[in-house]
């Protein structure tokens, strides 16, 4: 995608036909996915094929308190999302057709890890290829959804985030002329991106950690600088686990900003513990922080010394998943000596990397910890999808009860509406969010009171 735009936040008249965008694949939703009222429909009436897969979602409207069910099809998405209404342009859906590729590739790997984990295997193995593919698709998923479109789909003048001083002379700098061509831009440019190298040689970390090096400036070049940065931060400074709850009736929920919603200190840029990302009800991808798998390592001691100095005096520095049972994956080309990882020596080429990716089970303690995560950022939406009504339950009692500090305070974000900022003041917000979620709980058959902080 070019780095130069000449679109406008208006929608010009033009023939291309409108289109649903959604921010969550529809491979991903379908694993949430139940039949119309719970009933299998029956396949005798055609007489023969294939049994009929389920379409719609149970939803719980965050905005109502409604519970109820709606099309997969019309859900987790917008109208025109990732449209470039520049009439120049011939292909107004491209960025969307590019979605699909990637996700095309994702959706392989996914159901492939899915059908092992359903099948009781112990782990999945994913080759150096695969495992870059994947830390991708999930960053896109990080940054292609609503909460950004809400940041970028603004004229320069309204474009109010932290960084508008850089954005907008970044713009300048570009000749882009809408906040919106820049995320555009930027999301082409990480799905383009180089992030293996070719032929790495384990045995030379100085000509590794050179290519490295020449990647990111390359991807700096083509996308917004600081959002370049947190790209090649995800993909290095974290690993991937895949999580299931222990608990038979314990599920993880799907919230729209289920994908951006991060764990850890929430006033340092990228400081991210943890990020999530749904796959089944029973299986959750979880990138944990190097820092609080390795706090020992001088550097990610420093910079948790830095947090705790920082939010000495606040609720929210600690990690409620700090003893998240998980660990990084094992490889074919590292073996342990001495209680730390070495080379082998036996020489494997980077083309036949292999890692093996455990499936961690979690207490329920863990996996309410992150669904409480989940539901207290849920408020910058309007609907949640869940599995079950047990599933939900527990996570709502688990959620309102919860003495974990930093949750359920009053509200200072931004408010799911301009509506909504009209009616009530930033506090009362967070505790109208709260009633809504206890009187849900309660037409469930809760009785457990809400603990207000």
């Keep these: 995608m070019s780095n130069m735009a000449t679109s406008t936040p208006e929608e010009p008249q033009s023939v291309t036909p409108s289109q649903y965008h959604h921010y969550v694949p529809r491979f991903l939703l ?31 409207d965050l905005e109502s308190g409604e519970l109820k069910q709606a099309s997969l099809s019309k859900n987790f998405g917008l109208q025109d999302m990732y449209r470039d209404f520049d009439k120049a342009n011939p292909d107004q859906h491209k960025l969307e057709k590019q979605f699909c590729n990637l996700e095309e590739k994702a959706s392989q790997i996914l159901r492939t890890v899915k059908a092992r984990f359903e099948a009781g295997k112990p782990e999945i193995q994913l080759s150096r290829e695969e495992k870059g593919k994947l830390r991708k698709f999930l960053f896109i998923m990080l940054y292609r959804n609503r909460t950004f479109h809400s940041r970028f789909n603004k004229s320069k003048e309204e474009y109010d985030a932290d960084d508008r001083e850089s954005m907008l002379r970044y713009m300048e700098e570009k000749g882009f002329s809408h906040p919106r061509d820049v995320w555009f831009a930027n999301i082409s440019a990480f799905m383009n991106a180089e992030i293996d190298i070719n032929n790495y040689d384990p045995a030379d970390p100085e000509g590794g950690v050179s290519k490295i090096k020449a990647l990111k400036t390359k991807l700096e070049s083509q996308a917004y600088p600081m959002d370049a940065m947190w790209f090649w931060k995800n993909l290095q400074a ?105 080379l082998s ?32 950022e849920a408020i910058k939406t309007d609907t949640l999808a869940y599995r079950s009504r047990v599933g939900l339950l527990r996570a709502l009692e688990a959620y309102l009860r919860g003495d974990t500090p930093g949750f359920r305070a009053p509200f200072f974000g931004q408010l799911r509406s301009a509506a909504a900022e009209a009616r009530v003041g930033w506090q009362d917000q967070r505790l109208i969010y709260l009633q809504m979620l206890e009187r849900v709980a309660q037409s469930m058959g809760s009785r457990l009171p809400t603990r207000y902080t």
């Design 345 to 376: 020596p036996t020489t494997v080429s980077s083309d036949k990397h292999i890692f093996y990716f455990k499936f961690f089970e979690l207490p329920s303690k863990h996996v309410q910890c992150i669904n409480t995560v989940l539901l207290e």
């Design 30 to 60: 379908r694993n949430y996915a139940v039949y119309k009222d719970g009933f299998k429909p029956s396949t005798k009436k055609k007489g023969k094929g294939k049994s009929p897969q389920p379409q719609n979602l149970n939803l719980l």
């Design 238 to 342: 974290s690993f991937l686990s895949f999580c299931t709850p222990s608990a038979a009736d314990d599920e993880f929920l799907m919230a729209q900003n289920a994908y951006s919603v991060f764990e850890g200190p929430n006033n340092i840029t990228y400081m991210d513990y943890h990020l999530f990302a749904p796959i089944t009800p029973r299986l959750m991808v979880v990138s944990r922080s190097n820092v609080l798998q390795k706090p020992s390592m001088p550097e990610h001691r420093s910079v948790l010394e830095t947090v705790s100095r920082g939010f000495k005096l606040m609720q929210g520095a600690g990690s409620c998943l700090e003893d998240l049972p998980v660990s990084e994956p094992e490889n074919n080309y590292s073996i342990w000596s001495n209680g730390t990882k070495v």
